[in-house]
């Protein structure tokens, strides 16, 4: 078996392929590594064949969606995923081919209801459900400490002791452990009796991971996140520095319309000298009015060179082949202590 081991932060994601076919499967994919993942697979020689979440991430986001529809390979998740773009839904004690690989199911419900385990020859990839030192949490939507309980003590830590465990999370470093291991000297296992661990379990009183909302939505839909959105809005759109945004203000330069897509009180405050207003929420409903010509070379900005890009992109999609948007931002702009007008402009 090809084990191919990816950190983003706290989270671990798996390339596992197989000797024989070439054939590979990743497990738990977060966003900004799709292309990480497709040098690694291309530099083993792997065709990636399946795409596997082994729960619903409260805690990342999850890249199965966008890889398959680059790679036209399938999602597979549990079958009571909620996730509307899963192709394979899989159920407790069936397999997947993987060349000549098998990979086995187990359902092991309480971290989420749709967490899953996968065996792979000597090793198991447990997701959230068994950690190094831990276990998942339960106070996340469709989160049971009973269940946990049972996935644990009934089921996954009656494997083969040897088994390697490769969790969706890495530990003070470490990167793997063992079913032997855990049971042995895992603080959280150490709760044999039931109702001590779902009241341990209970009241662990962790904070909130700082995406779960965004994360849960798009998880579970297959929409966008915001970070995506702006990632996608700045490759199709070209930017100004500052300093050269600063130098054709200085030389009044009647070529490039400056425009500024904040709020009215945030542009009377302060702008760049020339620059004309035009909201962004108003943006699309006014542009033919605000800006006639699209030939024009306009340059988009806002407070933090965010919602600027989006608007620049937007305006491109619109028909005005010239946008650029500033790198950066007003709230940049003030600190390089570039000129400044306030109220309107005449």
């Given at each position: 078996?090809?084990?191919?081991?990816?950190?983003?932060?706290?989270c671990?994601s798996?390339?596992?392929?197989?000797?024989?076919?070439?054939?590979?499967a990743?497990?738990?994919p977060e966003?900004?590594?799709?292309?990480?993942?497709l040098?690694?697979?291309?530099?083993?020689?792997?065709?990636?064949?399946?795409?596997?979440?082994?729960?619903?991430?409260?805690?990342?986001?999850?890249?199965?969606?966008?890889?398959?529809?680059?790679?036209?390979?399938?999602?597979?998740?549990?079958?009571?995923?909620?996730?509307?773009f899963?192709?394979?839904?899989?159920?407790?004690?069936?397999?997947?081919?993987?060349?000549?690989?098998?990979?086995?199911?187990?359902?092991?419900?309480?971290?989420?209801?749709?967490?899953?385990?996968?065996?792979?020859e000597?090793?198991?990839?447990?997701?959230?459900?068994?950690?190094?030192?831990?276990?998942?949490r339960?106070?996340?939507?469709?989160?049971?400490?009973e269940?946990?309980?049972?996935?644990?003590?009934?089921?996954?830590?009656?494997?083969?002791?040897?088994?390697?465990?490769?969790?969706?999370?890495?530990?003070?470093?470490?990167?793997?452990?063992?079913?032997?291991?855990?049971?042995?000297?895992?603080?959280?296992?150490?709760?044999?009796?039931?109702?001590?661990?779902?009241?341990?379990?209970?009241?662990?009183?962790?904070?909130?991971?700082?995406?779960v909302?965004?994360?849960?939505?798009?998880?579970?839909?297959?929409?966008?996140?915001v970070?995506?959105?702006?990632?996608?809005?700045a490759?199709?759109?070209?930017?100004?520095s500052?300093?050269?945004?600063?130098?054709?203000?200085?030389t009044?330069?009647?070529?490039?319309i400056?425009?500024?897509?904040?709020e009215?009180?945030?542009?009377?405050?302060?702008?760049?000298?020339?620059?004309?207003?035009?909201?962004?929420?108003?943006?699309?409903?006014?542009?033919?009015?605000?800006l006639?010509?699209?030939?024009r070379?306009?340059?988009?900005?806002?407070?933090?060179?965010?919602?600027s890009?989006?608007a620049?992109?937007?305006?491109r999609?619109?028909?005005?082949?010239?946008?650029?948007?500033?790198?950066?931002?007003?709230?940049?702009?003030?600190?390089?202590?570039?000129?400044?007008?306030?109220?309107?402009?005449p």
């Open positions: 078996m090809i084990l191919e081991q990816i950190p983003t932060g706290g671990q798996y390339l596992v392929g197989c000797n024989d076919t070439s054939t590979a990743l497990i738990d966003i900004s590594q799709i292309d990480h993942y040098a690694l697979a291309a530099r083993d020689g792997l065709r990636i064949r399946y795409l596997i979440d082994t729960h619903t991430h409260a805690d990342h986001f999850s890249a199965t969606r966008q890889l398959a529809l680059k790679l036209a390979v399938p999602v597979l998740m549990y079958r009571t995923s909620a996730a509307p899963v192709d394979m839904r899989i159920g407790d004690g069936e397999m997947v081919m993987l060349g000549r690989l098998r990979l086995q199911v187990m359902h092991t419900p309480g971290h989420t209801s749709d967490s899953m385990c996968l065996q792979i000597d090793s198991v990839f447990t997701g959230d459900t068994l950690l190094i030192g831990g276990t998942g339960t106070d996340l939507p469709s989160g049971d400490p269940a946990l309980y049972d996935s644990l003590f009934k089921r996954l830590l009656k494997l083969d002791p040897s088994l390697k465990v490769f969790p969706a999370h890495d530990y003070k470093g470490r990167q793997s452990s063992s079913i032997g291991e855990e049971i042995a000297s895992n603080p959280r296992l150490q709760k044999r009796d039931r109702a001590a661990f779902v009241d341990m379990m209970r009241e662990l009183n962790l904070s909130m991971p700082r995406h909302t965004e994360a849960l939505r798009t998880n579970m839909s297959g929409g966008k996140s970070a995506q959105l702006l990632a996608e809005a490759a199709r759109v070209p930017f100004m500052l300093a050269e945004l600063k130098a054709r203000v200085e009044a330069d009647a070529d490039l400056v425009l500024d897509v904040r009215r009180e945030a542009y009377e405050s302060g702008h760049v000298p020339g620059a004309r207003l035009l909201p962004r929420g108003q943006l699309e409903l006014r542009v033919n009015q605000e006639p010509d699209p030939t070379r306009i340059l988009t900005c806002c407070e933090l060179g965010q919602v890009t989006l620049a992109a937007t305006l999609e619109m028909g005005f082949p010239h946008v650029v948007a500033l790198d950066g931002g007003m709230k940049a702009w003030r600190v390089a202590a570039y000129p400044l007008n306030s109220g309107t402009e």
